[in-house]
């Protein structure tokens, strides 16, 4: 059964813009508060908008061993009531906040390798997940590929290399779709995962984040590659 979401105020101690339009949130936690979550899930933030109570969810971007703090990864969208709102917050606001929600989350123990998918801010539950996996010493393969418009738009990309540079398996895989000096793949996320992974599926687990149309594609993609359903685990940003 879900467990049941718990209500504090919480104060934001650290604001750092990671693009133009992506800022992470440091979100500090009083001492008695119950923080615990699973790596991928969710909290909500309460606001009142036309007078009305108005809540949205945002993934958890950090590992739940952070002691009473959490950390959140969020895009200004355009015209977007609680991503405006969030951008105006300066260091010292304090928000209403619940959590945890949410059944995206590793499944445990890892008996397979590990496929982690993300688009845009899609990466904050898979960072939450993998600084877990890390902390807990996981053996497996773990592949992270993360797909975006501009090479200037890959978020966390110096934490990406230092995984790859202490962990002999963390396979970091960007795709740029629109790169001006990139390199690297330009592929679809689906269509990096075909081509890494097409007749070597066994002994895989696939968690996929981003909006509705990335993941609905790469669901498409991991079904015509015959992965079995419950191998396939997905957070959908509507
Ligand atoms: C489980 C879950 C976890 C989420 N985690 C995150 C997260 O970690 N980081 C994050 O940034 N967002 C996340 N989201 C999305 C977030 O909840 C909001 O939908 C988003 O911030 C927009 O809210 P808003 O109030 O600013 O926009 P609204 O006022 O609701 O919408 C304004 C307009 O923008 C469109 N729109 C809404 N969302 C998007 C989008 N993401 N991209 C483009 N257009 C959009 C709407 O269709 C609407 O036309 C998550 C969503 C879900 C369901």
């Known amino acids: 059964m879900a467990e049941k979401p718990r209500f504090y105020d919480a104060a934001v101690s650290r604001i750092v813009s990671l693009t133009d339009t992506v800022k992470h949130f440091v979100i500090d ?3 008695d508060a119950d923080t615990r979550f699973i790596a991928g899930q969710f909290m909500m933030v309460h606001l009142q908008k036309d007078g009305q109570p108005h809540k949205k969810p945002y993934s958890i971007a950090s590992s ?3 002691d009473h703090q959490i950390e959140l990864c969020i895009k200004l969208v355009e015209g977007g009531f609680v991503s405006t709102w969030f951008f105006n917050l300066k260091e010292g606001d304090v928000l209403r906040t619940s959590l945890p929600y949410g059944v995206f989350t590793l499944r445990e123990p890892w008996e397979e390798n590990l496929v982690f998918v993300g ?15 890390y902390e ?18 890959i978020l966390y990309l110096d934490e990406w ?5 202490r962990h002999k398996n963390f396979h970091f895989i960007p795709t740029v779709s629109r790169g001006k000096n990139w390199n690297g793949e330009t592929a679809y996320v689906q269509d990096v995962v075909k081509k890494l992974f097409a007749g070597k599926t066994a002994g895989l687990d696939f968690y996929g984040c981003g909006l509705v149309p990335m993941c609905k594609a790469l669901k498409e ?13 997905f957070e ?3």
């Open 64 to 66: 739940p061993s952070l």
């Open 119 to 133: 688009t845009g801010t899609g990466i904050a539950p898979l960072r939450g997940m993998i600084q877990n996996l």
């Open 236 to 238: 959908q940003f509507t």
């Open 221 to 233: 993609t991991l079904i015509g590659m015959n992965i079995p359903r419950e191998k396939i685990h």
């Open 161 to 165: 290399r230092e995984l790859e540079k």
């Open 136 to 153: 807990k010493g996981c053996a497996k393969e773990i592949w992270l590929i993360f797909g975006n418009r501009y090479e200037t738009d």
């Open 29 to 31: 936690y009083p001492k």
